[in-house]
């Protein structure tokens, strides 16, 4: 059973990093055919893909946040950690991990439950 | 960069109508396709991929059609539990992902 869980802090002041850490279990990140995306929702609004990390541990990042955006794995531990720098209120979201494997395309079967982050003074 | 757009974003439906909703992509992106639903306080659920391709355990009241640049989703009956929010996804192209907008699907 596949099944993923975010974690991080709720709150961060405007231009602290965000590190944000998804913890999976029933799959192993060690082989190109399975990946581990990360994708946000502002309150509100729609879903945005931000960054994805293939098992080989080649990366991928959306282009409009690409310069603040670093998407780690940690094999030992079976985590995905993505950070964010200089953030800014409009950061505020809920994130999320999701697991794909390819099948017609790297779509995302699993998801974390979402973890709430606000930026703010 | 491939822009995914929906339409319409807003629809009031009875339970027990067909549904249809559209996905356009500016770009080809053969049946790299899938939809997903999302209920208030929950993350998106996978509903189709590959375009057409039903994921296991989703009714087979959803159903998906599309190739290229267009593509629907199409719910034969609508129940209850389908109101929420649907999100079409493309998968080829660069960004590697983008989401449509949303269309929101509404008790009339």
């Known amino acids: 059973q596949i099944t993923l869980k975010e974690s991080g802090p709720t709150l961060v002041k405007p231009t602290q990093t965000l590190t944000l850490t998804c913890t999976f279990s029933g799959f192993s990140l060690t082989y190109s055919g399975v990946g581990v995306g990360w994708i946000r929702q502002p309150p509100g609004k729609g879903l945005e893909y931000l960054a994805y990390?293939?098992?080989?541990?080649?990366?991928r990042y959306s282009p409009s946040l690409q310069s603040r955006l670093t998407i780690n794995r940690d094999i030992s531990k079976n985590q995905v950690v993505l950070t964010l720098t200089n953030t800014d209120p409009v950061d505020t979201a809920t994130y999320y991990c999701?697991?794909?494997?390819?099948?017609?395309?790297?779509?995302?079967?699993?998801w974390g439950q979402g973890t709430p982050v606000t930026v703010s003074a | 960069d491939i822009q995914v757009t929906q339409s319409p974003s807003f629809l009031s439906a009875s339970v027990g109508d067909r549904v249809t909703i559209t996905c356009r992509a500016s770009q080809d992106i053969t049946n790299f396709l899938a939809w997903y639903q999302q209920k208030p306080g929950k993350a998106p659920k996978l509903l189709i991929y590959g375009a057409s391709t039903l994921q296991s355990g989703v009714p087979s009241r959803f159903s998906g059609s599309g190739s290229g640049t267009v593509f629907t989703l199409t719910i034969s009956s609508l129940q209850p539990e389908d109101f929420a929010v649907y999100y079409c996804?493309?998968?080829?192209?660069?960004?590697?992902?983008?989401f449509g907008p949303g269309t929101k699907v509404d008790i009339k």
């Open positions: 996804q493309q998968l080829n192209g660069y960004p590697l992902f983008t």
């Open positions: 990390i293939y098992g080989n541990d080649d990366k």
């Open positions: 999701a697991h794909s494997v390819f099948k017609s395309g790297w779509h995302f079967d699993y």
